[in-house]
């Protein structure tokens, strides 16, 4: 497992969310907080799921919409949307989502490979899936997902 994923002992924490019809989760060590829907100042020339720009206490940090970003229809903000502030290799982003859900504590070995089927390069977004007992929780992997955003940072 990679060292992206922040293990305590065997089990993992993440939080879950929507996005649509579906769940996501990510690890609860790359949040540094989590925020109610503020609007967002928009910046020319930025892909469509860049939404644009917030104060985050005097840092400016870019807002993405998952939802865009992961190929399914742009998120309507509304009162139950949430900005979960990232920290991926020391850049912050926020992750515009639809609600917010769980908070959760996996096992290790509960987390199982994304199938084969999928294409390599959507793959790549999944760290894994996490089988519970109604659904099945995408676990992302925020590197991949926002490799563009750090790259044009670095």
Not at 51 to 69: E, S, Y
């Amino acid at each position: 497992m990679s060292n992206a994923i922040k293990q305590s002992g065997a089990y993992l924490e993440i939080v879950s969310f929507h996005l649509g019809d579906q769940e996501f989760c990510i690890d609860i060590m790359a949040i540094r907080e989590i925020r109610g829907w503020a609007p967002v100042t928009p910046m020319p020339h930025t892909p469509p799921y860049v939404l644009g720009l917030i104060n985050l206490r005097g840092a400016v940090i870019p807002v993405i919409d998952m939802a865009c970003r992961l190929g399914m229809k742009m998120t309507e903000p509304s009162e139950r949307s949430a900005i979960i502030v990232t920290d991926i290799a020391g850049k912050l982003v926020g992750l515009l989502v639809e609600q917010v859900s769980d908070m959760m504590t996996i096992k290790s070995e509960d987390l199982q490979p994304a199938p084969e089927i999928i294409p390599e390069t959507q793959r790549a977004f999944c760290r894994g899936i996490v089988a519970l007992e109604k659904t099945m929780v995408c676990f992302l992997n925020l590197d991949t997902v926002i490799a563009d955003e750090l790259a044009q940072a670095a």
